[in-house]
């Protein structure tokens, strides 16, 4: 979630996700999981979000059961393999040379097969969720976007975005991603408040980095409950 929204803040990206999803959604007060099967553009954001950042990006540990050959290499009885999803996302053998580069539309019409990318893991370690996962994924990121704006906060350009990676097991983002929230509102009175403990939740927002702005007289008083808790 973290690595997507940091990729989906560039302006172009947010522009056209943001008017997909509230083109789909307009004038309903939520939006419903049967919406998301109407907005392709989310589900290549979030496709190419776990291309660049395979979360786990030496997938578990293998060992091998049966000596055999790889690439010319012996592969000896026992041996531990590490395989390198997070090199297998950006091979500029298969992404070309902007293999570093988000950019969904790459995705459109892609044929790939299984081995392209492989951010869930392969055959039988390969992750149970990896459905579920993203459908949730995609199903966040289209809430978080049709009931919010975002902003990097303090006037930073986007090109001074720190995407610098940590971690061994998992990658994860260096400096914390700190973004300014704005509330859309567009229809009336919306009870925010189960939307921003997903902010504060799982894109790792803290009180001190975001500002809800907000339009009292709309949404009505803060004692709603739907501002920072
Ligand atoms: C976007 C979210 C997720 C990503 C990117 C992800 C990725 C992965 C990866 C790369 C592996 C290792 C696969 C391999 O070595 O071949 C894995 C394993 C696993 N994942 Fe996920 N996962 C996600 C969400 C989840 C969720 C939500 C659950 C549970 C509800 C889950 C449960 C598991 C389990 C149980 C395994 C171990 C499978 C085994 O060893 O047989 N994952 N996941």
Redesign the pocket.
């Known amino acids: ?1 973290v690595w997507t929204m940091s990729e989906i803040i560039k302006p172009r990206v947010m522009q056209k996700l943001q008017e997909e999803i509230r083109r789909r959604v307009k004038g309903k007060a939520s939006v419903e999981e049967s919406d998301i099967a109407q907005m392709p553009y989310v589900k290549l954001v979030v496709k190419e979000a ?1 291309r660049l950042h ?3 990006p030496f ?4 060992e091998c059961v049966k000596q055999c050959q790889i690439g010319g290499y012996d592969i000896y009885l026992g041996t531990r393999v590490l ?1 390198n ?1 997070w090199g297998i996302g950006r091979d500029p053998k298969v992404w070309t040379e902007t293999a570093f580069v988000f950019n969904p539309e790459r995705l459109e019409n892609a044929e790939l097969d299984r081995s392209e990318m ?13 459905s ?3 459908q ?2 995609e199903f966040t990121i289209a809430n978080l976007f049709y009931f919010f704006d975002w902003q990097l906060s303090s006037g930073m350009k986007n090109q001074e975005l720190d995407m610098e990676e940590v971690g061994s097991l998992i990658v994860v983002r260096k400096t914390p991603l700190c973004l300014r929230v704005i509330a859309f509102v567009q229809h009336g009175v919306v009870d925010y408040l189960p939307l921003w403990i997903i902010c504060q939740r799982y894109v790792g927002l803290e009180k001190e980095d975001a500002i809800v702005d907000y339009l009292p007289e709309i949404c009505g008083p803060r004692e709603r409950g739907w501002s920072i808790p």
């Open positions: 979630m776990l395979s979360t786990v997938l578990l540990t293998r395989i999803a492989i951010p869930f893991g392969g055959v039988r370690r390969a992750c149970p969720a990896s579920v996962a993203t949730v994924v």
